[in-house]
C-alpha cells in the first residue's frame, strides 16, 4: 500500500516524510508543488472577488467565487430534484400499466419517455460525447494522413499547403457549410442521432484535426536514419514498417498533437453548440445569455469553471494515456 502511495506524484513526499527519508527536501516539494498553486488560487480568487464587487452590468453585479458556489449549489439541486421527477414519472407508469395488465392480460404495456428539460449535469455529458466523438473521428482520419504524408516528402510538399489554409478556419465559417451539408445530406424520419448532434460534431472534427496532422506528420518525418536503415536490411513490408518503426518512434509526436487537437475540440465544441443549439455546455451559455435572470451571469461563470475544468481533466487524461504507451516517460511531467 505504502509503495502503490509513493508512486504517485503529490502524495510521495508525505510518503517520504512519514518515513523520516530526507524531511526538509520533501518540505521544499511539498510547497512547491502543492503550496504555490494553491497561493496562486487565492490570490486569483482574492482578485476574481475584488473586481466582481466593483463591477455592475445591466444584470446586476458581476458574480464573485460565492455567487459562483451558490449557483452551483442551485444547478446541482435543480439535478437531484429533476431525476426525482423522472423517477417518480417511471414508478407512476409502471403502476398504471401494471394495473392495466391485471385487469387485460393481453394488453401491451407502453413505456413512455420521461421528457423534462436537460439539467446542467446532463448538458455537460452531451458536451463531453460531442467532443469525444468529433474528437475520434478526426484523430481515425489524422493518424493515417499525417504517417502518409510524413513518410513521403513529395506527400507532405504537395498537401501543406492545403492543411495551412485550413488549419486557421474558424467554425463559426465551418458552421453553415456543415449545417448545409448535413441538412441536405442527412435525411431520416426517424434519425438515430439529432442533425444538431451531428453538426457539432463535424465542425469540431474539421477544425481539430490539423495539429494532429502536422504534429504526425513532423513525427514520423523525424524517425532517426538508423532505425529507417534497419527496416530496409529487414526489408519489412510498407505496413510492417509503419507497425514495427513509424509508431513507436513516432507516438510522443501524435499525442502531443492529439493533447492539441483535443483542446482545440473543447474550445470549438462551446461556439458550436451555441450556433447549432445542440443540447450542451455551450447551449446552456446562450440559453443563460438569452434569459437575462438575475441568477444568469452566476450560472453563466459556473460553465465558464466547468469547462475550464472539463479541458484541464481532458488534457491530464490524455497525458496519462500517453504515459502508459509512450517510451518518453518524462511526458508525464509536462
Known amino acids: 500500500m505504502t509503495t502503490a502511495l509513493s508512486n504517485i506524484a503529490w502524495i510521495s513526499p508525505f510518503v517520504s516524510i512519514a518515513k523520516g527519508e530526507d524531511v526538509s527536501g520533501n518540505i521544499q516539494t511539498i510547497i512547491k508543488t502543492i503550496g504555490l ?55 407512476r407508469q409502471e403502476k398504471r400499466n401494471a394495473a392495466r395488465v391485471k385487469q387485460d392480460p393481453t394488453y401491451v404495456p407502453k413505456t413512455r419517455d420521461y421528457t423534462g428539460k436537460p439539467t ?17 473521428l ?49 435525411v431520416s424520419d426517424d434519425p438515430m442521432v439529432p442533425k444538431s448532434f451531428v453538426t457539432s460534431m463535424i465542425t469540431v472534427m474539421l ?24 527496416s530496409q536490411v529487414l526489408r519489412l513490408s510498407y505496413m ?6 513509424v509508431l513507436p518512434s513516432s507516438i510522443p509526436m501524435v499525442f502531443t498533437g492529439l493533447r492539441l487537437s483535443l483542446g482545440i475540440a473543447w474550445m470549438v465544441l462551446i461556439a ?12 446552456f451559455v446562450w440559453d443563460e445569455f438569452q434569459n437575462g435572470s438575475s441568477d444568469s451571469l452566476g450560472r453563466i461563470m459556473v460553465a465558464v469553471i466547468t469547462i475550464g475544468l472539463i479541458g484541464f481533466l481532458l488534457d491530464r487524461v490524455m497525458l496519462m494515456i500517453q504515459r502508459k504507451v509512450s517510451w518518453d516517460k518524462s511526458a508525464a511531467t509536462r
Open 138 to 186: 478526426a484523430s481515425l482520419i489524422a493518424i493515417p494522413f499525417g504517417i502518409v504524408i510524413g513518410l513521403s516528402a513529395n506527400l507532405y510538399s504537395a498537401f501543406n499547403p492545403v492543411i495551412q489554409i485550413f488549419k486557421p478556419v474558424s467554425p463559426l465559417a465551418w458552421l453553415p457549410i456543415v449545417t448545409m451539408v448535413v441538412s441536405a445530406l442527412y
Open 207 to 230: 477544425c481539430c484535426l490539423w495539429p494532429t496532422v502536422i504534429n504526425t506528420a513532423v513525427g514520423v518525418a523525424s524517425i532517426p536514419k538508423d532505425l529507417v536503415n534497419v
Open 240 to 245: 510492417e514498417h509503419v507497425r514495427k518503426i
Open 272 to 283: 458550436a453548440e451555441m450556433l447549432a443549439q445542440n443540447p450542451g455546455l455551450g447551449k
Open 120 to 136: 446542467y449535469i446532463d448538458q455537460i455529458g452531451t458536451s463531453l460525447v460531442t467532443v469525444l466523438s468529433g474528437f475520434v
Open 37 to 91: 498553486p494553491l497561493a496562486g488560487l487565492l490570490v486569483f480568487l482574492m482578485i476574481w472577488q475584488a473586481a466582481a464587487s466593483n463591477i455592475n452590468t445591466s444584470l446586476g453585479q458581476f458574480p464573485g467565487p460565492g455567487d459562483v458556489v451558490t449557483q452551483t449549489k442551485g444547478l446541482l439541486s435543480e439535478h437531484f430534484t429533476e431525476r426525482e421527477k423522472a423517477e417518480a414519472f417511471y414508478e
